[in-house]
């Protein structure tokens, strides 16, 4: 890593305003009321199917709300001209693949699309973002590889890499650490804290959003249960209570950040 991450635009706070998403008849989010702060880092956890994916489609406006809003600084982000939203969020997604076999480089490179027009190429400080942002990723040698060739580990750091470039007010990542080993999970989230960007990503592993985010929304059925930092939220009752299990929580002994021991045998007799 360079140690010098790929700076985003100003920063902006994102509050989903007492959001709704119906779907078939079927509610797959009520009226979720959650603030992230410009510039730290909110995760959504929760079981499958609770919500979370649903509620980030509508942040990066794959999906429109039935009701209530995403606002960016107070502003709908429904109103927004699509360039000047796609300049504002950046969006790390679970179907961020791609049949087409463009070079790892020619892929961190769409990022900057929202900022250029018609077919104008890269000026020569977009062209150090894109190599910055490949550094930080450890991706940079697989400039010249075919996206298709790579790994899936390396071609999700190719999109965060891509997403990193796009210089965004909002970053919103989905399961961003699927397919990467421990190294390259604790190399990405060490990077969203020092982006600067406002964060809100979905995470599935409890430890690692307990070390990486300042608050913590907890999804269940569509319903946000819990908000806060992940000391107060991510406790043995409300993991009980949520996710089914039993755990034991402990500090990290050099961080102090909570972490959940789970127990093998905690499902034993339940369905």
């Given at each position: 890593m360079t140690g010098h991450p790929t700076p985003p635009t100003r920063p902006a706070r994102l509050r989903l305003d007492a959001l709704r998403v119906t779907i078939d008849g079927r509610a797959l989010v009520r009226d979720l009321?959650?603030?992230?702060?410009?510039?730290?880092?909110?995760?959504?956890?929760?079981p499958n199917g609770s919500g979370k994916s649903t509620a980030l489609r509508c942040v990066y406006r794959a999906l429109a709300p039935t009701g209530g809003?995403?606002?960016l600084?107070?502003?709908?982000?429904?109103?927004?001209?699509?360039?000047?939203?796609?300049?504002?969020?950046?969006?790390?997604?679970?179907?961020?693949g791609t049949e087409l076999d463009f070079t790892a480089w020619e892929i961190v490179a769409l990022g900057r699309t929202p900022h250029l027009r018609g077919n104008q190429p890269l000026d020569a400080r977009e062209r150090d973002l894109c190599r910055r942002a490949m550094a930080?990723?450890?991706?940079?040698?697989?400039?010249?590889?075919?996206v298709l060739t790579l790994s899936g580990g390396e071609r999700q750091r190719v999109l965060a890499a891509r997403a990193l470039v796009q210089e965004p007010a909002v970053l919103?990542?989905?399961?961003?650490?699927?397919?990467?080993?421990?190294?390259?999970?604790?190399?990405?989230?060490?990077?969203l804290r020092r982006t600067g960007a406002t964060v809100l990503v979905v995470l599935h592993d409890l430890n690692l959003a307990a070390a990486v985010?300042?608050?913590v929304g907890v999804l269940a059925d569509g319903t946000l249960v819990a908000a806060g930092t992940p000391g107060d939220v991510l406790t043995p009752e409300l993991v009980r209570e949520v996710f089914g299990v039993d755990a034991t929580v402990v500090p990290h002994p050099l961080t102090g950040a909570p972490q959940l021991l789970y127990s093998l045998h905690?499902?034993?007799?339940?369905?």
């Open positions: 009321s959650l603030e992230a702060g410009a510039g730290r880092v909110t995760g959504l956890v929760g809003a995403v606002r600084d107070d502003r709908d982000l429904l109103t927004l001209p699509r360039r000047e939203s796609a300049r504002s969020v950046a969006a790390l997604t679970q179907e961020n930080d990723l450890d991706v940079l040698h697989l400039a010249d590889r075919g919103v990542l989905d399961e961003p650490t699927n397919h990467l080993d421990i190294r390259h999970q604790i190399q990405l989230l060490s990077l985010c300042d608050r905690s499902l034993e007799g339940r369905p």
